[in-house]
């Protein structure tokens, strides 16, 4: 079983509606994309959320879009929105019994100091790993 997030829940698609809702308002950058919301930036893209829950990275280099499908990629961009906005916690996966704790960043989702606050690259965020189906 592959990490992903699966059907965005009713009362969290509310939510991000809101979120983007807001970021429309507030959008000023021609170049920003419309009818979403930034998740996260960084020096050579930057990653949004629309109110379906469809993720995208923006090449800022090129300006060329590029779609993140469901999975651990995009179960990672979740969890950096979660840090802003609580309530998109509850579309992320729940751990199965199966579950291993991650031993990379010690069950914290986050790479442990002396790293910069960085997410995890080998849970995603979430703390813990999944292990293989027989």
Known sequence: M??????MPAH????????????????RDINEPANAFLITSGPSYSSY????????DLDLGDGTI?????????VGLIVLAA?????LAQWLPRR?????DCHLCQKLGWLPPPFPRTLCPE????????TPEP
């Open 123 to 130: 849970c995603f965020g979430m703390g813990w790993r999944q």
């Open 49 to 56: 959320l629309n109110a379906d829950g469809e993720a995208w």
């Open 2 to 7: 592959s990490l992903s997030l699966g059907p």
């Open 66 to 74: 590029h779609p993140v499908p469901d999975g651990p990629r995009k």
């Open 83 to 87: 840090q802003r906005c609580p309530e």
């Open 12 to 27: 969290v698609r509310f939510v991000v509606h809101q979120l983007v809702t807001a970021a429309e308002q507030r959008r």
């Open 96 to 100: 199965p019994e199966s579950a291993k």
